[in-house]
């Protein structure tokens, strides 16, 4: 039993890592309206990335391969829209968009604000979520984090970098070193 515990876990890890190397080619975009040309999505994306990011985009021609809003029931008028999930040929044109999307002051399109996601499978954004009181604690105090992939945190503090699996161990860590 105890070996086909590990087995099993294994697995799940394994399976977990292709299912986000299946995604990395994908954005998740939320805040467009729901109507807004639903009929040609992709087209309507593109146009909106390009206005906004314009010669920032470093690829000259960057093309949204398909696009559609998660499935589930339109939301009544005044609710949060649905999220987009756009599939972009290319998994650097996505990269490129993503590091637009966090230089930029704010993306709007008629005056709704857009927010830029990476797109990961379930297990990768509960652990990535988990990590969200970590983020904003150290984003209070003024300290230089990143999230790798999948949810590791890296913490740049006094010219040394901490490596954290575990929101408890970076908040164990914190709180020995008095941030």
């Not at 637009?100 to 379930?122: E, H, M, Q, V, W």
Request: proline residues 4%; positive net charge; glycine residues 6%.
């Amino acid at each position: 039993m105890a070996n086909l515990k590990v087995e099993n876990d294994r697995i799940k890890i394994k399976l977990i890592d292709i299912e986000d190397r299946n995604r990395r080619c994908n954005i998740r975009i939320t805040g467009l309206p729901e109507g807004s040309d639903e009929n040609n999505l992709a087209c309507n994306l593109q146009k909106i990335i390009f206005e906004n990011f314009g010669k920032e985009q470093s690829s000259d021609f960057f093309h949204i391969e398909r696009a559609h809003r998660i499935p589930g029931g339109k939301p009544v008028p005044g609710k949060t829209p649905r999220t987009i999930l756009a599939k972009l040929l290319s998994s650097q044109d996505r990269d490129n968009i993503l590091k637009c999307a966090r230089t930029s002051a704010s993306i709007l399109y008629d005056g709704n604000k857009l927010s830029f996601f990476p797109d990961f499978c379930k297990e990768t954004q509960e652990k990535r979520r988990s990590l969200w009181e970590v983020k904003k604690r150290l984003r209070d105090k003024g300290v230089v984090y990143s999230v790798l992939y999948p949810a590791k945190l890296r913490v740049a503090y006094k010219g040394s970098s901490y490596f954290f699996d575990a929101a408890e161990a970076a908040v164990e860590w914190m709180d020995r070193i008095a941030i």
